[in-house]
């Protein structure tokens, strides 16, 4: 692009503009020439900062031109962002660069060769309940027993399989077990349909993808081609696909830059896989071609007691590229710890520390309060509405899972993509239109037979076999509706015209108005928001030929984190999964107990290391204040547990901490009675490790001895399978198979024969 510039002092300047502000590690990794380029960012240290930077360089450099770039994002908004940024660093539009989602890029790129794979270029994408619906109709074709074998288990391996890359036939070589064997029965089948239904699933977009470039030499050289540089972020959550894909995209050249964080990598559970990141340079770095590493550890975002907590709980992973983050904020206030009575004291005191701040003038927009499980918020969201305290859920229902607005869109599905049998199975009869599942099955049944759509056996019911005449007639008038939609399908018509014609005129917003109920009003709403949605994707898609492909796509693409709003009135509550990649200035991470963070899963299934990770990823959300909370006691599926400190909470040197009411339940261990708190209160900065060490031997077990049998109030009937410093008793119990740590002194244990 010469006439961008026009001559060497002017591009020096330019660069040197560029490059103005950053950090040494940050100029480093954006000055990076040609072959494989990690980057490990730190929480905080400015990686979209540097992934912009990087991009307008090698534009303004002329080592690429904006259509030779490959930058792939894990959501819609940070992709939104990028894009935004960029065209402000280079002063023009960046409409030709590939800024997108792995599954946006492959889409798009599957559009151009889908009949290479059987499809046609007008496939429809299945999101997640999509698939469940379409695997539970192949586990009904094959008589499967669905309380037995439920669609969203046996969607869950067919996922993890194509994540793996691992087709139906190589599923059903590999698999042992009759439910490994139902699944790639079911798998078989699912693949079939998809393929006569034109259809891919979310996974597919990933797999057939690496299918095309591993199997069409041609393709795989057209887009080494094309892309001459690949910018990755947040790496390390690829999964193996994704890692194929760059592998095959990237080519020899090997331009790509990849970056992220292994003490981030939370998503195993998803399919990502940690090692990606940790042998990218043994993965990318051969032929000669070495890779080059740069760290950014330098925070902008926390203080420096934060940090330094941070980065002594990750220092206990043993699988770690090491790095230290450290920050020229300053030490700001020590990370507080408080022990609550139980999971209503500790609500109580988040909310209580909430409305104080909102009294020191602090908005409400500032605070998050971080949960391992979804269910852990339930007493806090009480206390928050008894309190009229305002808030607001991240990854509640999310506002396309509802069902009246997949519903519209499975009405736009089909007039896209007249051989989808499953948007034509919800919509036929919804609203109520006399269309029964007897007279719907004989139409599907007698499509797969004659080998046409479902469209197509529904447009001559007439010819369907044992189709009554009211049926007949129902079935007409629906097809009558469709025929005139997809007439303006046809014309091309904007998408919220499309959506409005599509929302009266089949009966759907009528049927809603005439049940009368705020339900009905509310979804009413939800449509009226999506009619909205429509309106502003014809602003911006002005002049798209296929308006309603385009549309469908970027509808099916959205993710969770595109539907967070920044509400300035608002106290924002989260998992600490949907917390990765956001900060807030004051944080609450609540439940900081043994078998709820870490959980108890984590401690039969090897994955602590992940759960250390993710209690990193939360203390570095953190910008200026850090409170963890634990209880000694919590409702666990409706009994009352009784427990012990998270082991992340000794993990946190004494130096950077201000512990309260921290050492209830072991005053009395350490020698001070009622009293013990205010006896020791030097020592309340003591880890909690030193605690359990320094516990007197007698206390272990409190009386209880190894193979006793005991009996709980609540679990009923164990075995003492060991005990520990602190009076603290590990018992199996016969009900469940589970293992628990209790405090003997407290729980309601007696001791049996």
Not at 128 to 154: E, M
Request: proline content about 3%; charged content about 25%; some cysteine.
């Amino acid at each position: 692009m010469p006439s961008e510039v026009p001559s060497k002092a002017g591009s020096d300047q330019r660069v040197a503009d560029l490059l103005e502000g950053l950090n040494p590690p940050q100029r480093d990794a954006v000055l990076h020439g040609d072959g494989p380029l990690l980057i490990l960012a730190g929480a905080g240290s400015g990686k979209t900062r540097v992934l912009t930077h990087r991009v307008a360089y090698l534009i303004h450099t002329q080592r690429a031109r904006a259509g030779e770039i490959l930058a792939i994002t894990f959501t819609n908004k940070a992709a939104a962002e990028m894009r935004e940024r960029v065209g402000l660093l280079l002063g023009h539009s960046t409409r030709a660069m590939w800024v997108m989602t792995f599954h946006s890029a492959c889409a798009r790129m599957l559009r151009q060769h889908a009949e290479r794979l059987g499809y046609t270029n007008r496939f429809t994408i299945y999101d997640a309940s999509d698939s469940r619906r379409l695997v539970k109709r192949c586990l009904d074709q094959l008589d499967v027993d669905p309380k037995r074998f439920t669609p969203g288990a046996v969607a869950h391996q067919i996922s993890d399989a194509k994540n793996k890359l691992r087709s139906a036939e190589d599923y059903g070589q590999m698999v042992d077990g009759y439910f490994e064997r139902t699944v790639a029965d079911a798998y078989k089948l699912y693949e079939s349909e998809l393929v006569r239904m034109n259809a891919m699933d979310f996974d597919d977009l990933l797999f057939r993808m690496v299918n095309l470039l591993e199997l069409f030499p041609e393709v795989r050289a057209r887009y080494n081609e094309t892309f001459r540089h690949v910018l990755v972020d947040e790496y390390q959550d690829t999964n193996h696909a994704q890692y194929r894909l760059l592998q095959l995209i990237a080519g020899e050249h090997k331009n790509l830059a990849v970056v992220g964080d292994d003490a981030q990598s939370v998503y195993s559970f998803r399919g990502a896989d940690i090692r990606n990141i940790l042998d990218f340079q043994d993965d990318f770095g051969r032929a000669g071609i070495p890779v080059a590493v740069v760290k950014l550890e330098q925070n902008y975002r926390s203080t420096q007691t934060i940090l330094d907590a941070s980065n002594a709980v990750i220092a206990h992973n043993r699988a770690q590229m090491h790095k230290t983050l450290w920050t020229d904020q300053g030490a700001g206030d020590p990370v507080m710890i408080r022990e609550l009575d139980d999971e209503h004291a500790e609500a109580r005191y988040v909310l209580g520390e909430v409305q104080r701040l909102r009294d020191e003038g602090v908005s409400l927009a500032e605070i998050a309060c971080l949960y391992r499980t979804n269910a852990q918020s339930r007493v806090l969201q009480d206390a928050l509405v008894r309190a009229d305290v305002p808030f607001q859920i991240i990854g509640g229902t999310k506002f396309y899972e509802r069902s009246e607005v997949k519903d519209a869109l499975s009405y736009l599905t089909l007039l896209a993509n007249p051989a989808d049998a499953i948007s034509f199975t919800r919509i036929a009869n919804s609203p109520k239109r006399g269309i029964g599942q007897t007279s719907l099955s004989r139409v599907l049944a007698h499509a797969e037979a004659m080998g046409i759509s479902t469209w197509e056996a529904a447009s001559d019911p007439a010819g369907v076999p044992g189709l009554g005449t009211a049926a007949v007639r129902s079935f007409d008038r629906f097809m009558s509706v469709m025929e005139g939609l997809r007439e303006r399908v046809a014309d091309n018509v904007p998408m919220g015209d499309l959506l409005e014609a599509v929302l009266h005129e089949s009966g759907y917003l009528d049927a809603l108005q005439a049940e009368r109920t705020i339900e009905a009003q509310g979804r009413i709403e939800n449509l009226e928001q999506l009619v909205e949605v429509a309106r502003e994707f014809d602003g911006t898609h002005r002049a798209e030929e296929d308006r309603l492909d385009v549309f469908l796509q970027e509808t099916a693409l959205r993710s969770d984190t595109d539907t967070r709003v920044d509400d300035g009135g608002m106290v924002t509550l989260m998992t600490l999964h949907n917390a990765k990649g956001l900060e807030y200035p004051i944080i609450f991470m609540i439940g900081m107990e043994e078998g709820v963070f870490p959980h108890s899963r984590s401690l039969d299934e090897g994955t602590l290391e992940e759960e250390r990770r993710l209690c990193y990823v939360g203390m570095t959300r953190a910008m200026r204040s850090l409170t963890l909370t634990h209880a000694r006691q919590r409702n666990v599926f409706g009994s009352r547990a009784y427990g012990l400190p998270s082991r992340f909470l000794s993990e946190i040197p004494a130096e950077f901490v201000d512990r309260q009411g921290a050492l209830g339940s072991w005053a009395h261990h350490l020698g001070g009675g009622a009293s013990g708190d205010r006896a020791i209160r030097p020592r309340a900065s003591a880890s909690w490790a030193s605690m359990r060490s320094e516990a007197p031997e007698p206390a272990a077990g409190a009386g209880f001895r190894l193979g006793d049998d005991v009996l709980h109030a609540a679990f009923g009937e164990g075995v003492v399978t060991g005990t520990e410093p602190g009076g603290v008793v590990v018992i199996r119990f016969a009900r469940d198979g589970s293992e628990r740590k209790l405090m003997a002194e407290y729980a309601p244990l007696e001791r049996r024969g």
